[in-house]
């Protein structure tokens, strides 16, 4: 119920979303992944994942239609919702690095270590030398990084979508429903104990 009344609240008081900036998404230029997505053979969410692109991964556009873009990344190809493509670097990228192709055929980005040391959009387990791997299995996860040194959600190679930020979560909530307002999550009152 509460839930229901934030969603209420929210649409009623605050009026129109801003627009996610996708100026410039135009064929042959380069675009950049706002939040960690799956790369996928088509536009249907169930599709076959090819990649695990971490935010601010840099793709280049085939061809954009309705809410779905094709795109390049590296030698892959597959297709990105338009709302999560931006046509400017975002702040403090992942750099996927050389990546690899896991068990499932799926290219997963390499460990990354990240300026703040805090984990990234997507990471599964923070490795012994700091870095953060995004395997999709446990098997062989910071193998060439001292090992696993926590794990930071249970693997994600049973579920279709990475771990996101709150802020992420809603933002694809909003491109992939068409929602034309914002969504507050608001916190219910603690109540006092007698």
């Known amino acids: 119920m509460n839930f229901l009344l934030s969603f209420v609240l929210s649409a009623s008081l605050l009026g129109p ?12 230029s380069v675009a950049f992944t706002t939040a960690t997505v799956w ?26 239609r309705d809410q779905s873009c094709s795109v390049t990344f590296r ?3 597959g297709y990105l919702s338009r709302e999560l493509l931006r046509s400017t670097p975002a702040r403090n ?10 068990s499932q055929g799926q290219w997963i ?29 446990a098997r ?6 001292g090992g696993v040194d ?26 992939e429903h068409h929602f034309s307002f914002p969504i507050l999550l608001l916190e219910e009152a603690a109540t006092p104990t007698r």
């Open 150 to 175: 926590k794990w930071l959600t249970v693997s994600s190679s049973s579920s279709d979508f990475p771990r996101l930020t709150p802020e992420d979560a809603l933002s694809l909530l909003q491109a």
């Open 140 to 145: 062989g996860t910071c193998s060439w990084h």
């Open 93 to 102: 990228p992942v750099e996927p690095g050389r990546g690899y192709i896991n």
């Open 17 to 28: 979303a801003r627009p996610i900036r996708t100026a410039g998404l135009d064929s042959g």
């Open 109 to 137: 980005p390499s460990p990354a270590q990240t300026l703040d040391g805090e984990a990234p959009d997507g990471a599964t387990a923070r490795c012994r030398d700091g870095s953060y791997s995004f395997s999709q299995s």
């Open 39 to 64: 790369l996928r053979t088509s536009t249907d969410l169930r599709a076959k994942r090819v990649a695990l692109l971490p935010r601010g991964a840099q793709v280049r556009i085939v061809q954009c």
């Open 75 to 77: 030698r892959l190809q």
